[in-house]
């Protein structure tokens, strides 16, 4: 079946621009998360949805993250003012629950000049 | 989160078994032991998980220790697809966010 799948694949923006980077989920899967992968920083978790409950946005690391998950399905995480340390993979992951596997897209490319 | 400590690197040759160390030293009770892979130029992938017991999938076996404070994940023959940086996370019973080390990369060798 069809897995995660993301866009764009690759993004580069001036500084000081708003991206939008949109997560398209397993269907059925409840569980959406977020996370970030840089040279300098490793793989690190943003924020994550699970159902109708209020989202995890202990990862967000400023105010100028933000995403939504609209209808329980796709996702957007939308970076205002972006600044060149916001370069990154931008990785979307789902799952059936939130204390099943997750299965990650193959990520949006941010690069901010 | 309790955190997890993998050497950064290791070598195999193709066909033979590897054993990927974690320690794990402050495991809670409630931590289930999980292992993603993510090989170059893709995202992560799910390879196995496991609380107290020996694991066994079609992609590797884990073995735990009987104090749990380290862990092993046995790939019983590498392959050169096999390569790549294998995490060790640990997560709280309630499942949710996952938080990633640095790794363990894996290189297999013809």
């Known amino acids: 079946g069809a897995g995660v799948s993301q866009s764009p694949s690759n993004k580069v923006t001036e500084k000081g621009k708003d991206v939008e980077l949109r997560c398209d989920p397993i269907?059925?899967?409840?569980?959406l998360y977020w996370y970030r992968q840089s040279l300098g920083q490793g793989l690190e978790f943003l924020i994550y949805?699970?159902?109708?409950?209020?989202?995890?946005k202990s990862g967000l690391p400023s105010d100028r993250f933000s995403a939504e998950r609209t209808g329980g399905s796709v996702s957007t995480l939308t970076i205002q003012r972006t600044q060149q340390e916001d370069s990154a993979v931008y990785l979307c992951?789902?799952?059936?629950?939130?204390?099943?596997?997750?299965?990650f897209g193959p990520g949006t490319r941010l690069t901010v000049t | 989160d309790a955190k997890t400590t993998q050497p950064n690197s290791m070598e195999s040759n193709e066909e033979e078994p590897v054993h990927l160390p974690c320690n794990h030293s402050?495991?809670?009770?409630?931590?289930?032991i999980h292992w993603y892979r993510q090989l170059p130029s893709q995202g992560p992938e799910y390879v196995i998980h496991?609380?107290?017991s020996n694991v066994n999938n079609r992609m590797a076996s884990l073995a735990i220790a009987e104090d749990r404070k380290s862990s092993t994940l046995i790939l019983h023959r590498a392959t050169l697809r096999d390569a790549a940086v294998y995490y060790c996370?640990?997560?709280?019973?309630?499942?949710?966010?996952?938080?990633f080390g640095q790794g363990t990369e894996l290189s297999v060798k013809p």
């Open positions: 992951a789902s799952s059936f629950d939130k204390v099943y596997e997750q299965y």
């Open positions: 269907s059925g899967h409840t569980a």
């Open positions: 949805f699970q159902g109708n409950s209020a989202p995890d």
């Open positions: 402050t495991i809670s009770g409630t931590d289930y």
């Open positions: 496991g609380l107290t």
């Open positions: 996370i640990l997560r709280a019973a309630p499942g949710g966010k996952l938080i």
